[in-house]
């Protein structure tokens, strides 16, 4: 299990040894666990913590069944802005219904996302973002929620890029991904977001199957359609998967406490809390978007990914904060 601690060391070596040509430089790169990471701080954190914790004899060493990591999803992830992408799906799926619901046309905050102003539709936050997913995902079984989903996700683009949103996934935070499963880590996704909504992308985009994925939800209801069983989406929320709710989902659907957790903004404050204050050799994350020319830069005033606390507490408790403009060489996938 000294397989890390080779590859950092080899890197270090070529690298020293890039101006003698391209092979070595090329070398070098290829022996870089995370070649979209500037080197820094940050970078050195995840490499010491991953490098600890998986060597045998070490006194952090944990064993591979207790490697667990949890991964918000919005902000985290992938990009938030300037909605919620589930939120943008919702916002969709109102004006493919609105046929059906012409009382939507006189009802807030349905009329002001049919007259396309989400300025006035989210005015009221997070309660109207609840009545857009409460009308959009109740009343239909799973399976036609995939379905919606998945044509949602096949034709839809973000308005400021034009690429469909699987695109604006984090190429750090997927070799972040990576690197923890080689070395035996279990990765999950804990996030507020809708869970039967990220179970339809996140294994594709994430590598993290359907059963590792950890969201909000809606209760289910078990019953028979033409003699054929399903399960039906009512409108009550089952559980609401953010802030003091995360460390609850952990307990409650995975069962172990993490050893790292990642996150983006103060709804992940009790997880990466929960997370970092257990017994042994702990990691904590968060990723401070900084970057207005890639990506986006916001903080303590955004209604979107809003990042108070944290970013006053985070130093304080010892956890990595990353500046996206200076740590990372890329945003996105497609930047490489």
């Known amino acids: 299990m000294v397989v890390l601690r ?19 430089a090329g070398a070098a790169i290829a022996a870089d666990p995370l070649p979209s990471w500037n080197a820094g701080a940050a970078r050195s954190a995840i490499l010491e913590f ?3 914790v998986t060597q045998e004899g070490d006194h952090d060493f944990v064993p591979r069944e207790e ?31 609105a046929r059906e619901h012409p009382e939507w046309k006189e009802k807030q905050p349905y009329k002001a996302v049919l007259e396309g102003d989400t300025q006035v539709a989210f005015s ?12 959009t995902h109740s009343g239909v079984t799973t399976e036609e929620l995939e379905a919606s989903v998945k044509e949602w996700l096949a034709t839809a683009k973000h308005p400021r890029f034009q690429r469909p949103y699987t695109d604006l996934v984090f190429q750090p935070m997927l070799e972040v991904l990576n690197l923890f499963r080689e070395h035996g880590f279990k990765t999950y996704i804990v996030s507020g977001g809708g869970i039967e909504f990220m179970r339809q992308w996140a294994p594709r985009s994430y590598g993290i199957p359907p059963e590792q994925i950890v969201g909000s939800s809606l209760k289910l209801k078990y019953e028979l359609r033409d003699g054929k069983p399903v399960l039906r989406q009512l409108p009550e929320v089952e559980f609401l998967d953010d802030g003091a709710g995360k460390p609850i989902a952990i307990q409650k659907f995975i069962g172990r406490r993490p050893i790292a957790a990642f996150g983006n903004s103060d709804g992940d404050f009790e997880m990466l809390e929960w997370t970092t204050t257990g017994a042994g050799r702990r990691f904590g994350l968060v990723v401070h978007h900084t970057d207005a020319e890639r990506e986006w830069a916001y903080d303590r005033n955004s209604s979107v990914g809003r990042l ?9 408790r010892g956890w990595t904060m990353v500046d996206m403009q200076r740590d990372w060489k890329v945003i996105y996938p497609f930047q490489k």
């Open 124 to 135: 009221r936050s997070e309660a109207a973002l609840a009545m857009l997913v409460m009308a």
């Open 67 to 97: 490697r667990i990591a949890v991964f918000d999803n919005d902000g985290t992830l992938w990009s938030e802005q300037p909605l919620y992408f589930q939120a943008t799906f919702a916002i969709d799926r109102v004006k493919a219904l």
């Open 308 to 316: 108070d606390k944290v970013l006053d507490d985070g130093p304080k």
């Open 6 to 24: 080779f590859r950092i060391r080899l890197f270090a070596w070529l690298s020293l040894l890039a101006g003698a040509g391209g092979f070595m």
């Open 50 to 52: 991953v490098d600890r």
